[in-house]
Structure formats: C-alpha cells, structure tokens
C-alpha cells in the first residue's frame, strides 16, 4: 500500500491577509484526510513573494499577525488530530520554493490547489503547471468540484514505465481509501482508417482496426498483470486521443481522482508527455495527481 513520509501543502493567505484563500482551505483539508492515513508529516508552505505582475516583482514583508496566526492554527490543528506538522515561511516564488524542499528531501508529495486565486491571494495561483512540469515528485492538484475522501480513482496509462507507475500509485490510493480503481488505456486508430464517423471504413481498415485493438488489449492485459496489484481494476481500453479517452472515462466513471504521468521519460527536464496533463488539468473537474519517471531530472 502506499505510503507518503512527508506531505508539503503549498497555502495562501487572501488579499486581506487575515485568512486562507478557498483553494489553500481545500488543499489543507485534504492533507489532513490523507495524512493520518499515510502516518505522514504535513508540512505547510506559505511564501512571502508577490508577484501578481511579473514586471513589478517584489517580496512582501510577511503575513500580518492576523495572517501569521491563521497560519500558526494549521500546525495546531494537525497536531489536535495526531498529524505531525510544521509551518515554513519562505521568500521567494512559491514554486521554486516548492520544488526546493522536495529536492532537499522534504516532502515526498506535494498538495496545492488549482483555483487558490478565487477570493483574493496570487502567491499560489499559477503555481500548478510549474510544479506539474518541473517538480520531481507527485503533485495533487485538489480542486473544489471533486470530493476529498475519493470514491473513485482513474489511473491513465500509456504503457510506459510512468505510466505504470501511475496505475500503481492510484491502486495504493484506493486501498487507503478504499475507492474503486479504473484504469484507462488509450491506443491510436491506424492512420489509414477515417476519423469522422459517417464515412464507410471499408472492410480491410476493419480488419486492421480489429488487429490493432486486439494487440493493445495484448499488451493492456500484459501491463496489468505485470503490475501484481491487490485488485483487479475496471479496465477501459478506448481508441483515440489520450485526453478525449481519458476525460470521457472520468466523466462516465463520476472519478473524484485521476492519477497519470506528467512527463514520457527521465533525463529531459520538463519533457511533457504530449501536454496530456495539463491538457486534462482544466478539462476535468475532479482532482488531478501527476508523477514524474524515477530518473526524471528536475529543471531547477
């Protein structure tokens, strides 16, 4: 079963400076379900850089008393419910912050929230494509559509060795949270066969269809057993382009999760896996949980 060490959670004070933005709320919330469970440390990250305009960067002198002591509360709280937790005050832009810490080693997963500007509060809310595309470990990006104790969870596999790791990943999230696991494979029609659907495909193109669907659930099935999970997952294996597959199956399966690679293979720092993830990132209203290979090289 998987288990996270440390969480970091990216959070945000609101323009006012004397409360959480709604995104950071979310983030938080979700941090304390999952901690308990996972035995983790949670640590909560707030940065002092403003920049709401590039071109008029500036750090702020720090939160508020008000703000500090909001902030302060969230250690509290962790500790009333036996989490493990400390508060960093860090100065420069939150993201590069971010990854920082995990490439010091602590933390071993990151929670930030999409939507965090609603309501006030810039630090956080362009953070998430950044953290997607240059922070080494896994980065869940909890938005306000999705449930925080997920009832199920989509994995989206290319087949690769990411990819595979994401199956696991959202299989060991299932059994925390005990949530219905799919996983959604989706392989590309011969180019010899006609996209739109009212054009006769004629019987050899059939054919070639067949033999190409048949191969893919071949290897589909080979990946799956290959992995040895605890349970065997529903299995979508879909023609067509990964994002419209992988959506459709979120869609239909009323996912609160979906779990998939950000990046093809280690080495290339910020080598995106067709732009897939952040494709999907707005397109799907439940929350999204991005991995990185394990010899992903971070940029920074």
Do not use: Y
């Not at 990006?141 to 696991?168: F, M, Y």
Request: charge should be neutral.
């Amino acid at each position: 079963m998987v288990r996270f060490q440390r969480i970091l959670v990216g959070v945000d004070l609101a323009l006012g400076g004397d409360r959480l933005t709604p995104g950071s709320k979310l983030a938080v919330e979700q941090a304390l379900l999952l901690a308990p469970r996972s035995e983790a440390e949670v640590v909560f990250l707030h940065s002092t850089w403003a920049d709401i305009h590039e071109e008029n960067q500036a750090i702020r002198p720090g939160p508020s008393a008000p703000g500090l002591r909001v902030l302060e509360e969230l250690v509290e709280r962790a500790s009333a419910a036996l989490v493990r937790a400390r508060l960093v005050l860090a100065h420069d832009r939150a993201w590069l912050e971010i990854i920082r810490a995990v490439k010091r080693g602590e933390a071993d997963l990151v929670l930030v929230a999409r939507q965090n500007q609603v309501g006030g509060g810039a630090a956080l809310g362009g953070v998430t494509s950044k953290l997607m595309r240059k922070c080494p470990c896994p980065v869940w990006v909890v938005k306000p559509e999705g449930r925080l104790q997920p009832r199920v969870i989509v994995s989206a596999t290319d087949l690769t060795a990411v990819g595979n790791l994401a199956v696991e990943l959202g299989s060991g999230l299932a059994e925390l949270f005990g949530a219905e696991l799919h996983v959604v494979h989706a392989w590309p029609l011969p180019l010899t066969v006609p996209v739109l659907p009212e054009l006769d495909v004629p019987a050899p193109s059939r054919i070639d269809v067949e033999q190409h669907e048949s191969a893919a659930r071949a290897r589909f099935q080979a990946a799956l057993e290959g992995l040895a999970l605890p349970r065997t997952p529903l299995q979508h294996l879909v023609s067509g382009a990964p994002s419209v597959a992988i959506r459709d199956v979120v869609e239909r399966s009323d996912a609160d999760l979906l779990v998939m690679g950000s990046v093809s293979r280690g080495g290339i720092a910020g080598l995106l896996l067709g732009n897939t993830a952040e494709r999907l990132l707005d397109r799907v209203q439940c929350s999204l949980l991005t991995i990185k290979p394990r010899d992903f090289i971070s940029p920074v």
